[in-house]
């Protein structure tokens, strides 16, 4: 089907209306902001990131359920916050509390271009299968699973930017992609002027995101662009390939971009491996509904 051409002017009009009120999107909580210099700080003890959690009742609640629920299988009761961050580890908080964050952000509107229950779901089956992809490395190199699945969790969070601050404009990007079966990001670049991938640059530097997950925010369509951290952006770029091909899409039969063809030879994946990695990501897909409600309330 032939993509509709849009008028350069009402696009140019629309990417203005963009920056303009992305700029009054809210600084992330002081203590998210404290955690994420926390975890990423070389020097950082467990102690260091479980003084902070306790001074927060809510996240001490969520990091104590988190670590005793089924998703974590834990052998025996977590009752401290200590032991729950030794358990999750320091990127599994750095994800939850910025999926926390973000979800708080965007909880009172109903409005939804995107379904936030499927965006979700996408976003835990690309962290789910980047952390398979992982493992599957281990025999090659060496990367924290938990890094990639903090990546993957976050890669696609600039959609709901679009979907807070212009929704009008994002459902009928959202129109325009179901119609026409072309990937959303292309609808996005056609009809708001700007992508989800060019927004995930604004967000980084507005909430002073770690440059791991800045560039799987912005480059995660075409890890090419990522220099030396190619090898992690190509891990969330294949992950959120094989999120999408077991099912966990905004609608279905969403259109998906293609394959960096430089991917399968970077991360060893073959048409088996790859079989595998979808086959895996869906039965530990299955039981991670404890891990969405838990970060969600």
């Not at 398979?132 to 930017?161: Q, T, Y």
């Not at 325009?176 to 009809?191: F, M, Q, S, W, Y």
């Not at 030396?228 to 390939?241: F, G, K, Q, S, Y």
């Amino acid at each position: 089907m032939t993509t509709p051409v849009k008028d350069p002017k009402q696009a140019n009009e629309r990417y203005r209306r963009v920056i303009e009120n992305i700029n009054s999107l809210p600084s992330l909580p002081a203590i998210v902001t404290r955690l994420i210099q926390v975890v990423n700080s070389p020097d950082t003890s467990a102690d260091d990131a479980v003084k902070l959690i306790e001074k927060d009742p809510g996240l001490t609640s969520k990091f104590i359920r988190l670590a005793n629920s089924a998703f974590y299988g834990m052998p025996r009761s977590v009752s401290s916050v200590s032991s729950a961050v030794v358990i999750l580890g320091f990127n599994v908080i750095r994800s939850v509390v910025l999926s926390t964050s973000v979800m708080k952000m965007f909880s009172g509107t109903e409005k939804q271009a995107i379904g936030k229950e499927e965006f979700w779901k996408h976003s835990i089956a690309t962290a789910l299968a980047a952390k398979e992809i992982v493992r599957h490395l281990m025999n090659f190199k060496l990367f924290d699973p938990e890094s990639a699945f903090c990546a993957g969790i976050m890669h696609d969070i600039s959609k709901l930017i679009f979907n807070e601050f212009v929704f009008d404009d994002y459902v009928e990007t959202c129109i325009v992609a179901r119609k026409t079966n072309i990937p959303i990001i292309d609808a996005e670049t056609l009809v708001l002027g700007i992508n989800h991938a060019e927004i995930g640059r604004i967000l980084a530097d507005k909430w002073a995101l770690p440059l791991d997950l800045e560039y799987s925010l912005v480059h995660h369509h075409n890890p090419a662009q990522a220099g030396e951290i190619t090898d992690l952006v190509a891990i969330v770029h294949m992950a959120d390939i094989i999120a999408h091909d077991i099912g966990a899409n905004l609608w279905e039969n969403e259109a998906r971009n293609p394959e960096w063809r430089e991917a399968r030879s970077l991360l060893h994946i073959d048409d088996a491996v790859y079989d595998r990695l979808k086959a895996n990501t869906a039965d530990v897909m299955a039981g991670s509904g404890d891990f969405l409600s838990i970060i969600k309330k």
